[in-house]
């Protein structure tokens, strides 16, 4: 497909693709790394997405194939393909919302943090072409490790002369999303009526459940605490070893990244009182980076709302998370400074 042309051929007859120039609050959405596990169900959920007008589909691989087959759904958004770093470019004029799952998942034994040494080259090169092609885009950072791969795309960002703090998001819905699944079913409801904010970072101990805080509010007994936070804590570890060494989460992160972009484009879109948990450029803690609920809007991070009240086991969890969450930020910005 044409990257910027308006024009399509269906049935042999070329013709101006009215679809393509937005309607009523469309946006142009593009996915990189579209071909991956997470990035084929993503760029399905994102074809379905009415606020979405054009989607561009970019890997290193297989773009061709998956472009073809989401491009059959018949929903109004248009779906074109770019394959390859030369094509990078093209995949990215225009964007209103980048989300990026390109890179390496984990397998059995391995951390988050055993992912740096190649995802942080893909991120770097990808925030490049944000910086030079759509500099005002919104960024959806997926890949791992999210605490050091966010501040790569800052400095990136930053060295460009492009950085806006307010439209850079890492993604830690897929937290939520369990905190949300695991305590309804602790406490015997439907996960769409919980709402359990999560804070600090999407690793390990760095990721927070602040339960005191659920929406309702519950009171859990202090077994039920230690075993929703640590199953939280370890979601993400437990879907790598049931795929025993297939990879990571995909589908529920899929599923948390859809959820996640269309909050996004709600708030660009002007919608009141879109609030989502992500980790961003922060003052909320000491922090330069922290996940905490935020307002989004037509800047992007409109606002961070602060941890409020926290109890003694959740003050304790913020303690013992600062340090490794600053350390994995500080080997972000020493990578993308270097
Ligand atoms: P995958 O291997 O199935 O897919 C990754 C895709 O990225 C592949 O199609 C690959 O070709 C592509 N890719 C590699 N280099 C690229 C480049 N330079 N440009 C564009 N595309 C490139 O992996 P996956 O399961 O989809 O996971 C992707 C990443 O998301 C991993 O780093 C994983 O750890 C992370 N992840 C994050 C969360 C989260 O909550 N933030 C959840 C699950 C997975
Ligand atoms: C997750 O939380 O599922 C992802 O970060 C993938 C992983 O490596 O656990």
Do not use: W
Request: hydrophobic share 40%; glycine share 10%; aromatic share 6%.
């Amino acid at each position: 497909a044409g990257a910027h042309s308006n024009r399509v051929h269906e049935n042999g007859v070329e013709r101006e693709d009215c679809r393509a120039k937005g309607g009523a609050g469309g946006f142009k959405v593009a996915v990189l790394g579209a071909s991956g596990g997470i990035g084929q169900p993503l760029s399905l959920l994102m074809k379905m997405n009415p606020l979405v007008s054009v989607l561009h589909l970019y890997d290193v691989v297989n773009t061709p194939g998956v472009t073809a087959d989401v491009s059959h759904m018949d929903t109004s958004t248009v779906v074109r393909g770019f394959l390859g770093k030369e094509q990078l470019e093209d995949a990215l004029v225009g964007m209103d919302l980048v989300i990026i799952p390109a890179g390496i998942p984990r397998k059995p034994g391995m951390t988050r943090d055993d992912l740096f040494k190649i995802n942080a080259g893909i991120v770097r090169t990808l925030c490049e072409g944000v910086a030079k092609c759509c500099p005002n885009a919104l960024l959806n950072i997926i890949s791992n490790p999210v605490n050091s791969t966010v501040p790569i795309a800052a400095e990136v960002l930053k060295k460009a002369g492009v950085y806006n703090p307010k439209r850079l998001l890492g993604v830690t819905t897929l937290d939520v999303v369990r905190a949300n699944t695991f305590v309804a079913e602790v406490v015997g409801v439907d996960p769409k009526d919980i709402d359990v904010p999560v804070v600090g970072g999407h690793a390990g101990i760095t990721i927070l459940p602040l339960l005191s805080q659920v929406n309702p509010r519950f009171s859990f007994t202090n077994e039920e605490i230690e075993y929703l936070t640590n199953r939280i804590q370890n979601g993400g570890t437990e879907v790598v070893e049931a795929k025993a060494g297939t990879g990571s989460a995909t589908l529920s992160m899929a599923f948390a990244a859809a959820k996640f972009a269309d909050a996004c484009l709600r708030g660009l879109r002007g919608d009141a009182g879109v609030e989502y948990c992500a980790f961003v450029a922060s003052e909320v803690t000491e922090l330069p980076f922290f996940a905490s609920k935020v307002r989004l809007g037509r800047a992007g991070v409109e606002e961070a709302f602060p941890l409020g009240p926290l109890n003694s086991y959740e003050r304790s969890g913020l303690e013992k998370l600062k340090k490794e969450l600053q350390a994995s930020i500080d080997k972000g910005f020493a990578f993308a400074r270097q």
